[in-house]
């Protein structure tokens, strides 16, 4: 039986059974699967909704670490997990958008997983192991241009956050230094401050403790402002790239055929946990920027999404990425 056969009776089943469901979802622990390494980005924002999401749902929330292929094996395991509002789909613009420029995907990143709602985002920031010779962006760029035989950036696989970052870096400079995929961009982090690898094109809310714990050196944010969490550090169009702009944002998805009521409860739990001030001040620390309030719905993940999938694949067929 195909999986075409199998998504349409997992809808039917879905819509015989969803009011009674619907009406006492949730009635058993929740997983949220986040495709990378716990101890990442993903993992601690998805960690960070999860702890208030059992408030207001008043059942379990559990994350599952399902790694792999830039979170391509994450995201099909919840696309084929049952359409009951018990298994959510954690992502952001490499696994949801990117993945499907790069990939074979045999699902359909848009059509085929209900939104739920945006999360937040965050610019990228240029960091190095101290160990790098340099002190400012061009300086950084430069060191690049010289080394590239040798040098490293390390990733969360093909098509992660931080490698079409580091693609969309690399073109603009003209450099082809390799790539070192991880799990995630957490133990890249690790490796980093070890000097075991040379730059990560991170997210800030990953990098930005250990640049403030001066354990590794930050060049510059992927946005035209600066990062008020941290000051010193300058824009991109500052630094000499104007135009490197990279906002990573993250969203929660469920598998196709979800109902609509468990669709809004889900919704309804994340919204309170964006406006929870425990929340609202770990993102300031983490340099998240929380979505607008009419941001927060459904249909504005989906609308986002697909203006992305929009402005982002031609890039990266341009750069023809492979997997
Ligand atoms: C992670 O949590 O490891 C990141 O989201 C990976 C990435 O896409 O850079």
């Not at 059974?17 to 993992?43: H, L, M, N, R, Y």
């Not at 999401?53 to 059942?59: D, F, G, Q, V, Y």
């Not at 490499?94 to 059509?111: E, K, M």
């Given at each position: 039986?195909?999986f075409?056969t199998l998504?349409?009776?997992?809808?039917?089943?879905a819509?015989?059974?969803?009011p009674?469901q619907?009406?006492?979802?949730?009635?058993?622990p929740?997983t949220?699967?986040?495709?990378?390494?716990a101890?990442?980005?993903?993992?601690v924002?998805?960690?960070?909704?999860?702890d208030?999401?059992?408030?207001?749902l008043?059942e379990?929330?559990?994350?599952e670490?399902?790694t792999?292929a830039a979170?391509?094996?994450?995201v099909?395991?919840?696309?084929?997990?049952p359409?009951?509002?018990?298994?959510?789909?954690?992502?952001h613009?490499g696994t949801?958008?990117v993945?499907?420029?790069?990939y074979?995907l045999?699902?359909?990143?848009?059509n085929?997983l209900?939104?739920?709602a945006l999360?937040?985002a965050?610019?990228?920031?240029v960091?190095?192991k101290?160990?790098?010779p340099?002190k400012?962006?061009?300086?950084?760029i430069?060191?690049l241009?010289?080394?590239?035989a040798?040098?490293?950036?390390?990733?969360?696989?093909?098509?992660s956050?931080?490698h079409f970052?580091g693609?969309?870096?690399?073109?603009l400079?003209?450099?082809?230094?390799s790539?070192v995929?991880?799990r995630?961009?957490?133990?890249?982090?690790q490796?980093?401050?070890a000097?075991?690898?040379d730059?990560?094109?991170?997210?800030?809310?990953?990098?930005?403790?250990?640049?403030?714990?001066?354990?590794?050196r930050?060049?510059?944010?992927?946005d035209?402002k600066?990062?008020?969490?941290?000051?010193?550090?300058?824009?991109?169009?500052e630094?000499?790239?104007?135009?490197?702009?990279?906002?990573?944002?993250?969203?929660?998805?469920a598998?196709k055929?979800?109902?609509?009521?468990?669709i809004?409860?889900?919704?309804?739990?994340?919204?309170?946990?964006?406006?929870?001030?425990?929340?609202?001040?770990?993102?300031?620390?983490l340099g998240?920027e929380?979505?607008?309030?009419n941001?927060?719905?459904?249909?504005?993940?989906?609308?986002h999404q697909?203006a992305?999938?929009?402005?982002?694949?031609?890039?990266?067929?341009?750069?023809?990425?492979k997997?």
């Amino acid at each position: 039986m195909n999986f075409r056969t199998l998504a349409s009776i997992a809808t039917l089943l879905a819509v015989f059974t969803a009011p009674g469901q619907a009406e006492t979802f949730p009635s058993k622990p929740i997983t949220i699967i986040v495709p990378f390494a716990a101890g990442g980005p993903s993992d601690v924002l998805a960690r960070a909704l999860a702890d208030k999401m059992r408030a207001t749902l008043k059942e379990t929330v559990v994350i599952e670490n399902v790694t792999g292929a830039a979170g391509t094996i994450g995201v099909t395991r919840a696309v084929r997990s049952p359409p009951d509002g018990y298994t959510l789909s954690f992502g952001h613009l490499g696994t949801h958008v990117v993945n499907g420029a790069i990939y074979p995907l045999p699902f359909d990143l848009v059509n085929d997983l209900d939104p739920v709602a945006l999360l937040g985002a965050n610019p990228m920031l240029v960091v190095s192991k101290n160990a790098i010779p340099a002190k400012t962006f061009k300086e950084l760029i430069a060191w690049l241009k010289a080394n590239q035989a040798k040098a490293t950036l390390g990733t969360a696989g093909v098509g992660s956050g931080a490698h079409f970052s580091g693609v969309f870096l690399q073109n603009l400079i003209g450099t082809n230094a390799s790539y070192v995929p991880y799990r995630g961009t957490g133990p890249a982090l690790q490796d980093l401050v070890a000097g075991q690898i040379d730059i990560i094109v991170d997210q800030a809310s990953n990098s930005l403790p250990q640049v403030q714990a001066g354990t590794i050196r930050a060049y510059a944010v992927t946005d035209s402002k600066r990062l008020p969490a941290l000051p010193d550090v300058p824009s991109v169009d500052e630094a000499g790239l104007p135009g490197f702009h990279v906002s990573l944002w993250s969203g929660m998805w469920a598998p196709k055929g979800t109902p609509k009521e468990v669709i809004a409860k889900l919704n309804e739990s994340i919204r309170a946990a964006l406006g929870d001030p425990a929340v609202q001040k770990r993102y300031a620390e983490l340099g998240l920027e929380a979505p607008a309030e009419n941001q927060r719905t459904p249909e504005a993940l989906r609308a986002h999404q697909k203006a992305e999938v929009e402005k982002w694949w031609p890039v990266i067929k341009a750069a023809n990425v492979k997997p």
